[in-house]
Structure formats: C-alpha cells, structure tokens
C-alpha cells in the first residue's frame, strides 16, 4: 500500500474510533476506570484510595465526593512538584519523559507532565480530525498535500533527566514516520528557537512545498503569510501554494482574524476550529454545519461540567467540593460550565481554565465560551469572555474595521471610582472618537444585565483606545516569547494592565 493509502487508512480506522461510538457515557465510564484502575498504586491514587472508588457502583459520583477540584497551582504545590523533581508514580506510573511548558494566561508559568500515553492520545485526536476533513467534500488528492504546522520550536531543552518545551513542538518532535511526508516545515526548521529565523527559512523554503493545510495560533500564521508574501513578491499565498485549502486553528478564537487572513489568499480557505491544550488535545470541529468541536470522549481524558456560577466557587478559585457535578449529557445547551478533566499525565479533576457552553448535547459539541480567571467582576460587571468578544465584534462591524486583539482591566481613578480601561487592536488606522468607548459601552449594557446594573452604581464609566495589533504581538515578544502558543490575556489585573499601558505610551 502506498504511503498516501496508508495514511488514509490510518485516518480512516482511528478517526472512526474516535467520532462514533454509542454511548457517550458508557465511554466515559470505560475512560474513567481505565486510569483509575492505571493510578491505582501511585501516591495520589493511594492517597485518594482508588481501590475502593473502582468498587463503586455509582463510579461519577463517588469519584467527584472523594477527588478534590485542583487549578494548576493547587496539583503542583502538592503533586506534581515532586515529578518534576525526578520522583516517579506520583500521579501518574512511571517518570514522564517530556513537560509541557506554558507561559500561561492564568498563571505565570506552567510545567505539564506529558506522558507517552498523552502524546498517543493527541496523535490519536490528530488523526480524528483528519477524518473529519472528508466531510468538508474535499478533492481525493486534498489528502497528499503538505501541512504546514507552524508551532513552538522542536529544539527541546533538556533539564535534569527530561525534555521541555510547549505543547506543540512536543507534538511535532513526536510525530510518526509516515507522518513526515506531509509535515513542513520539516524536524530541521522546526528545532529553531529563533522564530524570526524559522519564519525567514519557511519563507525560503516554500516554493518547494506542496501545502494544503496550515495548522497554528491565527496571529502568528497572520505574520508568516505576510513574510511569504513578502519575500516572494506575490499578490497573494495562493501564488506559491495554489492548493491551499484549509486552516486548522487552536487556542484562540478565529473569527477576528478570518477577514485579514481572506486578504492574504486568492479565495477563502475553510476554518477549522480544535481545541488543544498544554493538557490534551479536547475537542474538533467534526463537520462544517457548525463551528462547535467536538469533545473527544474516548481517548484518554475524562470530562465533568460544573455551572459556573459565584456559588459553586471556592475563594481559591477551584470548584467548591459542594458544587453539583455533570457528565456531558446531564448539561443544558447555552449554559456556561467550568470544565475539569482528568487524564492519562496523571491530570486530576483539573481546572483547565476553560468554560464552555454545549450546543449539542446529543452530539457533544461545545464552544469555548471563557476563562474561568478571565471574567470582569471587580464591581459587579460579571462579564465573561464571550460577551466581551460578542460586543467588540458588535463595534467592529459598526466601525467598520477588523479588530483582532483587545484587553480590558477594572482600574481605579485618582477619585477612588472603577471604570473599565480597553485596549482595542486593529490593523486599519482608526481615527480615536469618544463613541468607540460609547458604542462598547451600549453594546455591553445591551447584553448583559448585570453589568447594566453595575454601570449605574460602581462602576463609573468607560474607556477605550484603538491601538495597532502589532502593539499586542509586541508586547508579547516583550514579556514572553515570540511565536508557538503565546497568547494575550484578555483581561488583567490593575497592575499588568498599567505595565501595558505604559509600554503602549512608550513609557
């Protein structure tokens, strides 16, 4: 069988696996007894006594009474600190050989365990969402082109007796070998540190590829087609790639970035939606009806839904051990959920700091809908993520522009009265107007009551400014790193947002 047989094969046999099955809670239970009955005898597993877990007949519930919720600084200031350390079966059996090192959006940094186990999960995941490109109607020869996947670097750096790196190049560095036909930019370019010199040798490089589809971080996808662009004098990246057809984004919403990127090629590509995190590949787009992905439910990851409202929420941040726990076909449709999962790196009813709504319960597809740290509340606003976006996207379209960044704190004035302070990017030279603050201002007390109410009592008013998005990649660089899954937080605390500020004023 030939290699692109072979690999169709491989799509064909895994993703099915992974898309189809009967019962979506018979799956889970399986997910779930399989990595306690694996755990059982590492320290957490004796601690938390999952011998006797296994033995209950009501394995959901009994599992959420004796496992606490953990954030990430909870795991790692009593778990996972010790694997990283070089002690084996803490959480997991055995030593992971990688970690997945995260900046982080709601922490400052992040070491990961990724195991063997997970790195065949997300290969597994990868190849599901593959599948899901057959019901795309793509041409059969669609299947040979080339991926482009343009993540952190594979140049792991080594540290006492493991590898770390982001998610990403753990990935790519894991990749199968009849995988390597189709994955540009190839092991060579990858394991460049320097994204500005991997992004210049891409460049160089793709008269020579064959690229179909592009996988990465929407901005910094944005910057590599520009540079393309650029150093091959085109009009556009369908000149050099005239089979590029589909764009496999992650971590970020696509939707701001779908028109600057349609500016860049000769027609649109399809957008295709995953979510894969530092902790596991989560969820695909599986069909075009719909932009929601997903949940992959058995493969490796056990998922619960908890409401996400203020009283089912500890001071600390985690869930409160009271807090009614779902599986994902108790939930309602359009109700926001704090999302736990437990996993094969020895993850524990882990708050991945995501909250996500269902659209469709029967068919388990969610959309992100938050961050369980990035909700406006200091005087009451009670704003998620999602509205924030639905209102900027809201100003976007009165305005006229495509704005792709934003960010937003509660800050108080010299009088001791909060408003909220936004910065807005957008690529087109936008004349600064009192009704940018004005229309957000409206569209925000339209959609949410509580911060109605809050605009008439404490919180005092509105401020917002439209900057270039490069001020958002910028500063990126600047605190962080340039490239793989680096991201913008999209609301801050008083303190970071007036270090931003600063560097926007050029102070």
Known sequence: MSIIGSFIKKAVDLGEALTHYDSPVEEQEKVLRDLLETAKDTAFGKHYNFETILESDTLFKTFAERVPSHDYDKINDNWWHRTLAGEADVTWPGSPDYFAVSSGTTSTSKHIPVTDEMISAIRRAGIG????????????DFFEKEILMLGSSTDLKEV???????ISGISASNIPSWFEFYYKPGKEISGIEDWDVR???IAEEAP??????LSGIPSWIELMLKKVIEYHGLNNIHEIWPNLMVYTSGGVAIDPYIESLNKLMAHPLIYIDTYLASEGFLAFQSRPETKAMKLVLNNGIYFEFVPFQDRFMAEDGTVRPDAPVLNSMEVTEGVDYVLLI?????????????????????????????????????VGEQLPVNKMSDAVQKLSEQKGISIKEFTVAAVR????EYINSWYLGADEAVAQSDDVAQLLDDALRESNKNYDVARSKALKGV?????PTEMFTKWNERTKKKGGQVKMPKVMKEEDFREFEAFVEGR
Request: hydrophobic share 35%.
């Open 208 to 213: 020579n590829w064959d690229i179909g589809s």
């Open 129 to 140: 969402q593959v599948l899901a490109l057959s019901e795309y109607d793509m041409p059969p």
């Open 199 to 201: 992004v210049q040798r």
């Open 413 to 416: 004035r010299e009088d001791g």
């Open 160 to 166: 006492e007796g493991h590898l770390e790196g982001e």
């Open 342 to 378: 437990s996993t094969v790196s020895g993850a524990w009813r882990y708050m991945i700091g995501d909250t996500v709504q269902f659209t469709d319960v029967e068919r388990g597809e969610i959309i992100i809908s938050g961050r369980t740290k990035f909700y406006l509340n200091v």
């Open 463 to 467: 401020e917002a400014k439209v900057i």
